[in-house]
């Protein structure tokens, strides 16, 4: 079936602006990191800054650095997810539903606050190795140099392996099991043969997104007082040597190429096999029953997972209810003073974060919106480059956006006296909302395919303009996927960590995640900092939670018919 | 290769609450092609997948061969299931599909090679080993299923609706397929289907289940024949079924239908019981002009036609008897009009065409 489409002029003057918007804002910034990276002091082209960058044995040593961490965090988050997702998924045992929820707890704290939290629990005087110490004479290192970061982005991240693996397995036919165990294979051979393989595209897009995010990662390593790595080598390279370093710009196009390298990978191997026909609606794999020590085995394996899972959480609470903690396997002193430290002193950080990322996700689901109808609605020519652009920007790791910034408008003043973009509160708005718009997006073309055609021209037809059916019509059924989008937008904005460092040009500027980032500098600032993030972690709970609320609720009374 | 027979004794499998095969008893001939037939829901697939070792029984004893098999797991039992939407796996080659089985059984690679290449001929599908299972039509999907299936040499074959995904011209000519490859291979194999075509056409004999229990074993003509009961006469084939009750008076044989009303039973027909439903094929009617032609060895009735069908090689009347409705298949020819709604007429059904079948 096909409809009319409407290209109204108003909405083509809309898709420009906001392809305008997207170029000065994305490509720009990103073009003139990757023009710096590749130019010499008279504009001409020259591989002389790429050429320095390898001759420079700490940048060497970064970039395997970098590799190495992103690497080790893919296989270890890859050891934890697999068993748990596939436990969950084929075996029955209470629990299993309580294990896909604990899985996403980690994505609600930033990995930083988790790398602070981690290294008291599990740092060379932390609680663990303390005990270790006191009782058998010796330490476990774990919290030291890259096995540090890798041990925090792995506890942090693989839930992004686990959640993509089990929707991947849960669509997979029972019969493809069942087919290889009546060919005769089972255990080990036909999970390697059979049952992963076919779960192989969730795998593969939860496991390239881990690397990207982890290759990209700039708070971790800089909490870790870890700086032999790219992210931190960029963000130092710019703010100690200056904006003009070329070195730093090198970084960020090898950033850049990882991050495209890594998605352009992903979707070109699912998009080359045929998974088309691994779920033909026919039934789920059955869960099976475990045996007495597998069932010991699985809890076991579970339970210190959970145990690590929420140990940086559990540390973060005692560190803002105690006082300083230190060198002890416990904190001793109950004390609120943290708590009422933050809401004096940190008062404004607060207010900063709900203020720009509360505009960056309204004006998120503003552009959001406008993209996905004139994307689904209209034959606007070329309207597929604005979505094409958005998802740019889901490749883009906040840390070049953040140094393309700072190189592209330096010196462009706000109209009014309001003094330099890239030291106003305005910048971060802009950061914020280009950064999170893939996530309102994706959201919002959602809800707009739900909603069928066949109710605006039911409006259209009793005499409603275009305006007024967007208005009364389109945007009140879009509402649930709009708000959804909303929140998601807010709680990532709220909790990003790269390109906030860089953008904060003063204190009085600066939102709560770089709030925590400066009290996790000292000891005496770990309490206060520890109170914030509970702060924000709570706030962005909160925002997880109504987003699943709405998800759930948000669509099921639009559909009529078929979906076009 | 050798063929097996298969005992199921006494068996009987619930999902927690719910019975779903109650006291299951088949002896399946070694190279037999056996059909499980029943509606949706009746236990033919559970019965299967039992076969196959993906459902446990809780009572009774699986017999292949002669072994007990209870408590083996499927990958050791050496029964090949094709299944109903084949389940190849998309990420590997018709070939690789098909040594997948070969390989479990760590068989030498050329060894392997070989096998792959002769289940491919057999099923004519050799040109295309290296495609993957996307890029083939449903029919050549089936080929290969089977092919990966018999690679193994099964003591077993177990097909699982294996018509049900094609279209209706390349269903028959699949149907003769199989039916020539079964007989080639002499495998014992178990046909599962809710289709009586399919499995009055192919098979030896053919178990119909209701609602977790065998209704009755026999021929496909066993079945149309002689049905044992109520559902079976219905299942295979139509029928006229009349609910009532059989009086003895004398030498002569009578019926008391509350809906056809008395009717004296033509002579020299046993009953075993008096509680039975009285059913006869609507092929086995005729229509008579005259009301005292052939009175003797028939059972004689009079009706109006309320409705006909025009099928092409007969034409299906409704004729009101009583209260009742009795279908009616007269052969059709060339230039013959219909009778038309309205008409009164004398219907015939010969004793030897009348069942008696259990409620």
């Known amino acids: 079936m096909t409809t009319v489409k409407r290209n109204h002029p108003g909405l083509i003057a809309i898709a420009i602006a906001i392809a305008l918007f997207l170029f000065v804002f994305l ?146 036919d029972s019969s493809m099991e069942e087919a290889g165990q009546n060919l005769g294979a089972s255990g080990w051979r036909l999970f390697r043969k059979v049952i992963f393989p076919l779960a192989l595209p969730g795998y593969i897009a939860g496991a390239s997104l881990v690397f990207i995010k982890v290759f990209d990662d700039l708070g971790t390593p800089l909490v870790l007082n870890v700086t032999n790595m790219l992210a931190p080598q960029a963000y130092l390279r710019v703010t100690s040597i200056g904006i003009e370093d070329p070195i730093g710009y090198v970084i960020c196009v090898i950033l850049v190429l990882f991050s495209i390298a890594a998605m352009a990978g992903s979707w070109w191997f699912v998009k080359r096999r045929d998974y088309a026909l691994v779920s033909r609606g026919g039934a789920q794999a059955p869960k099976r029953k475990l045996t007495g020590w597998q069932t010991a085995l699985a809890y076991g394996w579970i339970f210190g997972i959970l145990m690590l899972v929420l140990s940086p959480h559990l540390g973060i609470l005692l560190m803002s209810l105690f006082k300083v903690w230190s060198f002890s396997v416990l904190p001793e002193q109950f004390t609120l003073v943290h708590y009422a430290t933050i809401f004096t002193d940190a008062k404004q950080m607060i207010w900063n974060t709900i203020l720009y990322c509360g505009l960056a996700a309204f004006i998120d689901i503003i552009i959001g919106g406008a993209i996905a109808y004139i994307v689904i609605r209209t034959t606007i020519p070329g309207r597929q480059i604005l979505d094409h652009l958005v998802t740019v920007a889901l490749a883009m790791p906040g840390l070049v956006l953040g140094i393309g910034y700072l190189r592209a408008f330096r010196g462009i003043e706000l109209p009014f006296g309001a003094g330099a973009l890239t030291a106003s509160w305005v910048i971060f708005v802009i950061a914020y909302s280009v950064r999170r718009l893939p996530y309102a997006l994706r959201s919002c073309m959602a809800a707009l395919t739900q909603v069928h055609p066949a109710l605006e021209e039911a409006a259209e037809n009793v005499g409603a303009g275009r305006w007024r059916t967007i208005r009364k019509i389109v945007i009140p059924l879009m509402m649930g996927g709009l708000l959804a989008g909303f929140v998601t937008s807010f709680i990532t904005a709220a909790a990003e960590i790269s390109e906030t460092i860089l953008l904060t040009s003063r204190e009085s500027l600066a939102p709560m995640s770089y709030g925590i980032y400066l009290y996790f500098q000292s000891i005496a600032g770990r309490g206060p900092g520890a109170a914030l993030s509970v702060v924000a972690i709570s706030i962005v709970a909160l925002g997880t939670y109504i987003t699943h609320r709405l998800a759930a609720t948000a669509t099921p009374h639009q559909n009529v018919g078929n979906r076009t | 290769m050798k063929s097996v027979g298969i005992e199921i004794k006494n068996i009987a499998l619930s999902f927690g609450s719910t019975a779903v095969l109650k006291d299951i008893t088949l002896s399946i001939q070694p190279g037999e092609f056996f059909a499980l037939l029943g509606p949706s829901g009746s236990g033919k697939s559970t019965l299967l997948r039992l076969i196959a070792g993906f459902n446990q029984h809780q009572r009774g004893e699986l017999l292949i061969d002669g072994k007990d098999v209870t408590g083996t797991q499927p990958w050791l039992r050496n029964v090949g299931m094709v299944f109903q939407n084949y389940a190849l796996w998309p990420h590997m080659t018709v070939a690789q599909n098909v040594a997948f089985g070969l390989e479990a059984r760590k068989l030498p690679s050329a060894e392997i090679r070989t096998k792959v290449a002769s289940a491919l001929e057999l099923v004519d599908m050799g040109e295309l080993a290296n495609r993957r299972p996307g890029q083939l039509s449903g029919g050549q999907q089936q080929r290969v299923a089977i092919a990966r299936t018999l690679a193994i040499e099964p003591q077993v074959l177990l097909l699982d609706e294996p018509l049900s995904n094609l279209d209706a011209k390349l269903r028959t000519q699949t149907r003769q397929e199989l039916v020539l490859l079964q007989r080639r291979l002499g495998i014992t194999t178990i046909f599962v289907t809710h289709d009586q075509e399919e499995a ?79 059913a006869f094929r609507p092929h086995a009617v005729r229509f008579v002009e005259n009301p005292d032609t052939d009175l003797h060895h028939n059972l004689a009735l009079n009706g109006e036609i309320v409705d006909s069908e025009f099928l092409g090689e007969f034409i299906r009347y409704e004729v009101r008897v009583g209260q009742a409705m009795v279908k009616a298949d007269i052969p059709h020819a060339r230039g013959v009009t219909p009778l038309q709604i309205g008409v009164q007429i004398h219907l015939r059904i010969p004793s030897q065409e009348l069942r008696f079948v259990t409620a």
Not at chain 1, 150 to 167: D, G, K
Not at chain 2, 200 to 206: E, G, M, S
Request: hydrophobic share 55%; glycine share 8%; charged share 10%.
């Open chain 2, 200 to 278: 009055l056409t192919t098979c030896h004999r053919i178990a119909v289940m209701d609602q977790g229990v065998i209704q009755q074993v026999g021929s496909p003509m066993d079945l149309f024949d002689f049905p044992v009961n109520r559902f079976v006469a219905q299942f295979v084939g139509s029928v006229n079924l009349f609910a009532g009750r059989f009086i003895t008076e004398g030498d002569h044989l009578r019926f008391d239908s509350p809906t056809l009303g008395m009717l004296t039973l033509p002579k020299g027909l046993e009953l075993q019981s008096t509680d039975m439903d009285l």
């Open chain 1, 27 to 172: 490509i720009g910034p990103i073009l003139t990191v990757v023009y710096t990276a590749f130019t010499d002091g008279h504009g001409g082209f020259t591989l002389t800054h790429f050429l320095a960058f390898a001759e420079i044995s700490l940048m060497r040593e970064s970039f395997a650095n970098s590799l190495f961490v992103a690497g080790m965090t893919v296989f270890w988050a890859t050891m934890i997810a697999i068993p748990l997702a596939y436990l969950t998924m084929r075996f029955q045992f209470r629990g299993a539903v309580l294990i896909q929820t604990l899985g996403v707890l980690p994505l609600v704290m930033p990995a930083f606050v988790g790398a602070a939290a981690l290294q008291l629990i599990f740092g060379r005087s932390g609680a663990v190795n303390l005990i270790l110490m006191e009782n058998f004479g010796f330490s476990i290192p774990v919290m030291e140099g890259l096995s540090g970061i890798i041990f925090v982005e792995t506890l942090h991240y693989f839930p992004f392996i686990l959640l993509n693996l089990s929707a991947s397995l849960a669509t997979i």
